[in-house]
């Protein structure tokens, strides 16, 4: 009896995944810790001239429409609480661009939807506004995010720091520039 019971919810939970379009990873309740970013879809927001789009990464690479997406190479994911609504969210320095062209690169936020299944972006922290600008570092304190900005073609570099701003639903630049 036992055997039959775990055999029937096993094929159960299969159909779930199936029915549900994704990966397990992809529509866990558990949390953005526990998606495999690199081999997932999900929307993601602007970066650069790409638009927001759904994209399905391979090995964390991903091709939508004209645009090419990359995770940017050597750079771990980033977790904090950036909305202040006691759930972990995702930090990811992302690149797009046209194939055999310049990338652009942002900081993009991504978190766990309301209902606890699936993922949904929170938006773009920063896309500077020229390809040669990117941001290379980010960290989080209390929420605020504070992105190092290196311009490739004059060699400086800044910080800018940004916040979830509740009321607008979207990062804000909060440093006065």
């Not at 055997?3 to 299969?14: I, N, Q, R, T």
């Not at 495999?36 to 999900?42: G, H, L, M």
């Not at 929307?43 to 638009?51: D, F, I, S």
């Not at 977790?79 to 310049?102: K, Q």
Request: charged content about 15%.
């Amino acid at each position: 009896m036992r055997k039959s019971w775990v055999a029937a919810l096993a094929v159960v939970f299969a159909a779930g995944l199936v029915a549900g379009g994704g990966s397990a990873a992809a529509q866990s309740a558990s949390g953005v810790r526990d998606v495999d970013w690199r081999n997932a879809q999900f929307t993601v927001p602007l970066v650069g001239a790409c638009p927001e789009q759904a994209v399905s990464f391979t090995g964390g690479a991903a091709q939508a429409g004209n645009s090419v997406y990359r995770f940017t190479p050597g750079r771990e994911i980033g977790y904090a609480d950036v909305t202040g609504e006691g759930v972990e969210d995702a930090l990811i320095l992302m690149e797009c661009g046209p194939r055999d062209s310049e990338y652009s690169r942002a900081l993009i936020a991504m978190t766990t939807s309301q209902d606890g299944i699936g993922i949904r972006p929170l938006g773009t922290v920063v896309s500077p506004p020229v390809w040669t600008q990117v941001p290379t570092e980010f960290t989080v304190w209390h929420g605020d995010i504070s992105v190092l900005v290196e311009d490739f073609d004059t060699g400086q570099t800044w910080t800018e720091h940004y916040r979830w701003a509740q009321s607008a639903q979207a990062f804000v630049r909060i440093d006065g520039q």
